[in-house]
C-alpha cells in the first residue's frame, strides 16, 4: 500500500523559512507529478506548487520568487521550502502524488495501477 508522510511546518515569523517533506513508501514504479497544496481556515483549498517527473515546475502567483518545490526522485520525497513566509502563508499544507504502484501476485507477476495519494497534513503558522 502506497502512502504519503509529510513531515515539517510548525510556527515561523514574518520573514521566516520553513521546509516541508512529503516521503512516497510503498511498492512505487513512478511518480508522475508531485503537488503541494494548502487550505487557510474558512477557505477552499488552493494549489501551491507542483512538479512533475520531467521537473516542470508550477507555482501560484502569490508564492512566485518565495517558495520552491525541489524533488528527490531516488528517495521518493518531494519538498516545499518556504522562504520570506508571510502571515497570509497560514495554512495546513498537504502534499499530493500522481503515480504508478504494484501487487506483487506472486507467480501471476505484477498487478500495475495508477493512483492519486494524499499526505496527511502539516499545519504552518506565520505569526510574530
Known amino acids: 500500500q502506497v502512502q504519503l508522510v509529510q513531515s515539517g511546518g510548525g510556527l515561523v515569523q514574518p520573514g521566516g523559512s520553513l521546509r516541508l517533506s512529503c516521503v512516497a513508501s510503498?511498492?512505487?514504479?513512478?511518480?508522475?507529478?508531485w503537488t503541494w497544496y494548502r487550505q487557510a481556515l474558512g477557505k477552499e483549498r488552493e494549489v501551491v506548487a507542483s512538479?512533475?517527473?520531467?521537473?516542470?515546475?508550477n507555482y501560484a502567483d502569490s508564492v512566485k520568487g518565495r517558495f520552491t518545490i525541489p524533488r528527490d526522485n531516488a528517495a521518493n520525497t518531494v519538498y516545499l521550502q518556504m522562504n520570506n513566509l508571510k502571515p497570509e502563508d497560514t495554512a495546513a499544507y498537504l502534499c499530493?502524488?500522481?503515480?504508478?504502484?504494484?501487487?506483487?501476485?506472486?507467480?501471476?507477476?505484477?498487478?500495475?495501477?495508477?493512483?492519486?495519494?494524499w499526505g496527511q497534513g502539516n499545519q504552518v503558522t506565520v505569526a510574530s
Open positions: 510503498g511498492k512505487i514504479l513512478n511518480i508522475f507529478t
Open positions: 499530493n502524488a500522481d503515480l504508478s504502484g504494484y501487487e506483487d501476485l506472486g507467480g501471476d507477476g505484477l498487478k500495475t495501477y495508477d493512483r492519486n495519494v
Open positions: 512538479i512533475t517527473n520531467s521537473d516542470v515546475t
